[in-house]
């Protein structure tokens, strides 16, 4: 593995002294990453004078730029719509679609993007305005029958500009948007897709609030060891959470019968939204909700799905029964019950885990782990994370970085930037945005991706270095792998570019960047200890990577569960069961623990 590494240095050595790009670039070549990640400054001021714009856009100085931008957009919008339908075209029509496509997309996604992750309130309500008037012309769009019409015509009888199969198949997912929004139906059904999409987004919106909200119950007849636990307003009790990882067998008992009860709100909610989605699909010649979502999947329909979950509920059954017998050891050989799972298993996690959590985070600082990406992308695509300055009023907050993703031979691949540490009215998710997606241009050169890995690190200045539980390192190298993703995804058009793939497909080069921040192979190459820089000792190597395998199997026959009940719920519509009911019933097939009469989990938080 030596070898393996003074490959990595010379290829690095390589490409700053051969690259034509890092020459036009201002990349600092002195700092490792480790050493930019480990002690973020605050050293960008975003509102110097003098400045660029909002990632590099020169509009963006001010919050006005948004308004400008909105109404080129606008312009450029009504200028693709006229060639498109101009009988005379003078360009193949998946390419103009593609060009809308993205005119669009380039400012949705960022506005969308800064309306969330901004700290200026101009901003923020410029973004927000922006996203509105977007969405305006996004329904406007879908329901013309001109650009509908010209690109079913291509389709059905062939463009008269040459045509592959790639084109092909971007005009289809074109027109399969187009449809779902129902614009091939008479006005009158077409009305009511329209309606019946309203009413699923508001719906979908208040069932998500309900399942937030804290259960409000009376206190009288409630176990004192629930009465202890939370607050109270006059005679009623405020249950915000289910007291999962409580030490008191008693009380995580009686708060998850409490939190999870029986709720007639969100279970109309929910009645109500699977029975539209399932008139929506019926409306739109769909035999299910499920067919719809599932089509321009890799799952392709529902039969699949439900031969794949039975598959590895059948596989997983056996391996989870020896999970449960685990945790009923470890319960004194009580029987496990729901609400005993997650304590359990967090238990017997850090049981065998045998050192304190900070003791693991010491081998994973942030700029280690930063190093340790780089060198997968390295060997793996033979490409390199440099750093590169921001400028003031690129970023949207002071701690953003900038780094350039070079390959060795074609150079410049695109920009991802870094927003990770956490700060007040930050959004809590780790996730990865898209700011502008890659495509090929009519001059062959090639528009560069744009994205944004943003997660929520909590460091203070006077803490030492940014260290990582290794629960964080994964959900850093998942994020990098839907980055890396966009950067070498590089299609032909913008609407299919990167995660823009078919949604079943976009999780899985994140799902496995996360196996190599789990492999000792690997970890053992960039886990250095902070102060004295030694490698992660053997055994905690061992017993951290040994301990992702515990209870794989009754976590993934949780999410199968899951899986199954969606399908269920969205393949027929609700007849003599209720929710609950069909959940309880499948619930014995597909699950090890049992049922807790009157209890709603699936529709909890
Ligand atoms: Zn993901």
New binding site residues.
């Given amino acids: 593995m030596d070898k393996l590494r003074n490959m990595i240095l010379r290829k690095t050595v390589y490409d700053i002294r051969h690259s034509g790009y890092l020459k036009r670039c201002n990349v600092t070549l002195a700092k490792p990453l480790s050493e930019l990640f480990n002690y973020p400054k605050s050293k960008f001021k975003f509102f110097a004078k003098n400045q660029t714009g909002l990632f590099g856009i020169h509009e963006l100085i001010s919050f006005e730029g948004f308004y400008t931008l909105k109404e080129r957009t606008q312009i450029e919008c009504d200028d693709f719509v006229n060639e498109i339908c101009n009988p005379n075209r003078k360009r193949n029509l998946v390419t103009i679609f593609d060009q809308l496509s993205n005119s669009l997309c380039c400012l949705a996604d960022m506005a969308e993007f800064i309306r969330t992750a901004h700290s200026d309130k101009s901003f923020i309500a410029a973004s927000e305005d922006c996203c509105i008037s977007i969405n305006t012309i996004v329904e406007r769009l879908n329901t013309n029958k001109d650009l509908y019409t010209s690109l079913k015509q291509v389709i059905t009888d062939g463009d008269k500009y040459l045509m592959t199969e790639e084109d092909r198949h971007v005009c289809e997912l074109f027109l399969f948007d187009f449809e779902l929004n129902g614009i091939h139906l008479e006005e009158k059904k077409r009305q009511y897709v329209v309606d019946l999409n309203n009413f699923i987004l508001i719906t979908g919106q208040q069932f998500m609030i309900a399942a937030e909200k804290p259960r409000v119950v009376d206190r009288t007849g409630l176990p004192d060891v629930l009465l202890k636990e939370y607050s109270s307003i006059v005679d009623k009790l405020i249950v915000g959470h289910p007291s999962s990882q409580s030490e008191d067998p008693i009380l995580r008992e009686v708060a998850f019968k409490v939190f999870y009860s029986s709720n007639a709100e969100s279970e109309q909610l929910l009645d109500n939204l699977l029975e539209c989605r399932h008139k929506l699909a019926l409306t739109c010649g769909f035999p299910s909700y499920a067919h719809r979502a599932l089509k321009n999947s890799i799952a392709e329909n529902p039969i699949f799905v439900m031969e794949f979950l039975d598959t590895l509920n059948t596989e997983l059954r056996t391996r989870s029964v020896i999970d449960y017998k685990t945790m009923k050891k470890a319960n004194n050989n009580n029987t496990v019950s729901p609400w005993d799972v997650q304590y359990l298993t967090n238990r017997i996690k850090q049981n065998h885990l045998k050192y304190a959590m900070i003791d693991y985070a010491s081998y994973f600082s942030l700029g280690d782990c930063m190093e340790g990406l780089n060198m997968i992308f390295n060997q793996l695509y033979d490409i390199n994370l440099l750093f590169e300055d921001i400028k003031p009023g690129e970023g949207w907050d002071e701690r953003i970085y900038k780094l350039a993703v070079t390959h060795r031979t074609e150079g410049l691949l695109g920009y991802i930037y870094c927003d990770f540490f956490e700060r007040t009215g930050k959004l809590h998710n780790d996730s ?1 945005y898209v700011i502008k997606g890659g495509r090929q241009l009519s001059d062959d050169s090639y528009q560069n991706p744009i994205v944004v890995v943003m997660l929520n690190v909590v460091w203070r200045e006077n803490n030492g270095p940014v260290l990582l539980h290794p629960g964080s390192v994964e959900n850093l190298f ?2 990098f792998g ?1 980055a890396i993703h966009s950067m070498l995804g590089r299609t032909r058009y913008q609407h299919v570019n990167g995660t823009r793939c078919a949604t079943d497909l ?2 899985f080069p ?1 799902v496995l960047m996360e196996y190599y921040a789990t492999q000792p192979q690997v970890i053992k190459h960039y886990a250095k200890h902070y102060k004295t820089r030694q490698p992660i000792p053997e055994d905690m190597l061992k017993k951290l990577c040994s301990s992702k395998c515990l209870f794989a199997a009754s976590e993934m026959q949780l999410q199968l569960f899951y899986s199954v009940l969606d399908q269920y719920y969205h393949t027929r519509p609700l007849q003599t069961l209720s929710t609950t009911d069909l959940l309880g019933k499948l619930q014995v097939e597909y699950y090890g623990l049992p049922h807790i009469k009157n209890t709603v989990k699936h529709i909890g938080m």
């Fill in positions: 990865h998942h994020e839907h976009a999780e994140s």
